[in-house]
């Protein structure tokens, strides 16, 4: 199947930084793009669409100013939580969707720590 | 709204019983339906999934699952489970609405019991 991947796997920062998470479509082209949050023990819960060329389309209750989503490219989408906090860490996937548009292939997450 | 619904939020067997999990989804239109595996430490994997045609569908593993359009349901089986296959499982529902989404289930926690 199609692979993407997220990088870092993990990153640990102070709070009042800002980090930056990146998810690559490697062997296929990626319109749409969707970042995701995993809290412990819970479902993976959808925080935006990220389509390419265009404004990411955030869900109900994600703050768009800090949890900022670039998709510049057919290949590459970032998810930039700024001003982090530690309630922000979490976990955090991304997925991206074939040209067919019928499958997702998801990253290998981001485990994102504020200390 | 499109939502999943996933009914048992905790399972616990003995390795070689049957499992069947629940998965409900509402939606009216046409759905692609998945379920993944998240084993503990790890990212999701796919174990499964249904565009069309036979809706019994195999996947990895020894899982199947069976879509049942009427009832909305895409129920995922195991004839005989083990130990290994004590994770969490996902249902997945991805559709057109005015935007192509993934919407996921709250996930059921298997426990096999060895």
């Known amino acids: 199947g199609a692979v993407v991947s997220q990088h870092p796997s993990r990153v640990i920062c102070k709070s009042g930084t800002s980090v930056k998470i990146e998810c690559r479509s490697l062997d296929f082209q990626a319109t749409t793009m969707f970042w995701y949050r995993q809290f412990p023990k819970q479902s993976l819960m959808l925080m935006a669409t990220s389509n390419e060329g265009s404004k990411a389309t955030y869900e109900q209750g994600v703050e768009k100013d800090k949890f900022l989503i670039n998709h510049a490219s057919l290949t590459l989408s970032t998810l930039t939580v700024t001003s982090a906090h530690p309630e922000d860490s979490s976990f955090y996937i991304c997925?991206?969707?074939?040209?067919?548009?019928?499958?997702?292939?998801f990253g290998q997450g981001t485990r994102l720590t504020v200390v | 709204a499109q939502s999943v619904s996933q009914h048992n939020h905790h399972v616990i067997l003995s390795e070689a019983a049957s499992l069947e999990l629940g998965c409900n989804y509402s939606y009216g239109g046409t759905v692609n339906l998945f379920w993944y595996v998240q084993y503990p430490g790890q990212h999701l994997q796919l174990l499964l999934k249904?565009?069309?045609?036979?809706?019994l569908v195999k996947g990895i593993k020894g899982f199947e699952a069976e879509f049942i359009k009427s009832k909305f349901s895409f129920n995922l089986r195991k004839p005989s489970v083990q130990w290994s296959d004590t994770a969490e499982y996902f249902c997945?529902?991805?559709?057109?609405?005015?935007?192509?989404?993934?919407?996921f289930g709250a996930g059921t926690r298997l426990f096999v019991k060895a």
């Open positions: 997945a529902v991805n559709a057109w609405t005015g935007g192509f989404k993934t919407i």
């Open positions: 997925s991206a969707v074939d040209s067919q548009n019928t499958e997702a292939f």
């Open positions: 249904y565009f069309s045609g036979d809706p």
